[in-house]
């Protein structure tokens, strides 16, 4: 328990050994009968309650009560298991905004660049992008308040941007070749929240999809891509799950259900208070004759490890990449009047062969969320003889194929982290976020020039970074506090080349473009070629 929530605790803590010694007290003076809790009204179940009220009214300071029920509430679910969680009303609309897939606002992207909020794009079809509101323009005042300096912050600029639909927010904007700022009346919109950040064709059978979380729309976006892949000749598909932490398992389920044939599982759950049920496959499945690579890393969680251990059981494609984060638990919300809610674990989900994947948190959640750490430390990351699997946990499919439980899903194809190229310089870049800031910059100061001479499908094959560019990248890189290091540079010129080149490309062109310069050296993607191809 971290210092501050001991706290917060602390008077709890003492009004309990008030409470007993009071008890005690009174009953050894032989009128127990009379004492605080009298044994005819006392209950288990009124314990905290009871200790609240007695903190309220005779507590020697003036206490506030409703954080110590909140505090109190989140650490009775924490201490189930790590995926139970108490969300506040003020953090609500943040956490399931991505999965409900919509929220009320402007629609922009932004970041502040120089204590200035600069958009770095409009979104599309959003009210922003409808008032021509363009990349590169700065915020200057909200609702006639300046919003320069050093106290603009990216929460601040929520709260005054976000709003219900319907309302307006009137802005004043500052873009380059303007000598007065530009007023706009923005009414605010329901804006989009999309799960499918890239689809493109690798080549000329081959489509690759990224999808970032499973949402409510995830299924009718994934299907859309689908469509138009397939249209451009697709027969082979590598689905792209790295990093995604889940989200709806219906959204996985239906997913699953594109590639298996009717009555074929894809998952079941079971709870102490939830009776075992079953998920199938019906006939509606539109990717059946479409052959897949599922990409998955210790960044994948929950509905990804559905899909891919729906996929993997059923003897259905390739699972290529390094071993799943393990959550197999099932959460369902309640909601307050408040605006506040609980996620509480109510089953397991178990893979078709019967596999639970939940990696055990018996030792805490410290150490349950510090797992992945631990993998790089024991090795597996770099080599899966590191992993060893007890017997009992493994498993058999129909086609005969080994598969694995007790901890994340096994991929088929094991792929090492890439250490190619890498060195304490490189490491320091990224840590400083100096590729971004300066994709950013160097965009936005070129932007005309950059979106005159390259096209969007044909950046990653067209755009070079040349000596100059890499110059004044470092020069960049300094600027901000990142030393230039001639051995680290000489070692991760390679990296640093294509990271510039993709940040570029994501600022001129957004994901899909970025992605076709990534995966361009990607190991796992190549795998996942390789093993399409087998």
């Not at 003492?14 to 009953?27: E, F, P, R, S, T």
């Not at 032989?30 to 507590?59: C, P, R, V």
């Not at 251990?309 to 390094?322: E, K, S, W």
């Not at 890499?470 to 020069?475: D, G, Q, T, W």
Request: some cysteine; overall charge negative; proline content about 2%.
């Amino acid at each position: 328990m971290n210092s501050n929530r001991l706290l917060i605790l602390m008077p709890i803590f003492i009004a309990v050994a008030l409470a007993c010694g009071v008890y005690l007290g009174k009953n050894m003076g032989g009128t127990a009968e009379t004492g605080l809790f009298k044994k005819a009204e006392f209950s288990q179940n009124d314990k905290l309650q009871q200790i609240i009220s007695y903190i309220n009214s005779d507590y020697v300071d003036t206490v506030r009560s409703q954080e110590i029920v909140e505090e109190t509430i989140s650490e009775i679910l924490q201490n189930l298991d790590p995926h139970s969680y108490y969300i506040p009303k003020q953090d609500y609309a943040a956490m399931t905004d991505p999965l409900e897939g919509e929220f009320d606002g402007i629609g922009i992207e932004f970041r502040i660049q120089e204590d200035t909020i600069t958009v770095v794009q409009a979104l599309a079809g959003g009210p922003s992008e409808e008032l021509g509101i363009m990349a590169g323009d700065r915020i200057i005042e909200v609702d006639g308040e300046n919003v320069t300096g050093e106290t603009i912050n990216n929460s601040k600029v929520v709260k005054l941007l976000k709003g219900p639909k319907g309302t307006t927010v009137n802005v004043a904007i500052k873009r380059k070749g303007t000598k007065d700022a530009i007023d706009f009346a923005i009414r605010r919109d329901k804006i989009p929240v999309y799960s499918v950040e890239a689809e493109y064709m690798i080549d000329d059978k081959t489509g690759y999809v990224k999808v970032l979380r499973f949402a409510k729309d995830t299924h009718s976006e994934f299907m859309n891509a689908m469509r138009s892949l397939k249209k451009q000749g697709m027969t082979n598909l590598i689905l792209d799950l790295r990093n995604n932490t889940g989200g709806y398992m219906n959204s996985a389920i239906d997913i699953c259900d594109e590639f298996l044939p009717k009555g074929d599982l894809i998952v079941y759950t079971e709870g102490k208070a939830r009776a075992k049920r079953e998920f199938y496959a019906t006939s509606k499945g539109e990717l059946e004759d479409v052959k897949v690579a599922v990409l998955i890393n210790e960044g994948s969680a929950s509905a990804s490890e559905i899909v891919a251990g729906a996929l993997q059981d059923n003897d259905l494609g390739v699972i290529v990449g390094r071993r799943s984060f393990g959550k197999g638990l099932v959460q369902e919300g309640m909601n307050w009047p408040d605006g506040s809610g609980v996620r509480l674990t109510v089953a397991r989900y178990y893979t078709p062969t019967g596999r639970s994947i939940q990696k055990s948190y018996e030792g805490g959640i410290e150490e349950y969320n510090n797992e992945a750490y631990e993998r790089y430390n024991n090795g597996e990351l770099l080599s899966s003889d590191s992993i060893d699997f007890p017997d009992s946990l493994k498993y058999v499919t129909k086609g005969g194929k080994i598969v694995y439980g007790g901890g994340g899903i096994m991929p088929d194809v094991f792929v090492p982290i890439d250490t190619v190229g890498s060195s304490y310089y490189l490491g320091s870049l990224n840590y400083q976020g100096i590729f971004f800031q300066f994709g950013f910059q160097y965009v936005d100061a070129n932007r005309k020039v950059l979106t005159k001479q390259y096209q969007a499908d044909r950046f990653a094959n067209d755009f070079q970074v040349t000596e100059s560019l890499l110059k004044e990248f470092y020069e960049f890189a300094a600027e901000k506090g990142v030393e230039y290091d001639e051995q680290g540079a000489a070692t991760s010129e390679a990296i640093i080349k294509q990271r510039l080149k993709a940040t570029v490309a994501r600022n001129l062109f957004r994901e899909k473009a970025f992605y076709e310069v990534v995966n361009k050296d990607d190991v796992v993607v190549k795998k996942a070629l390789e093993s399409l191809e087998k």
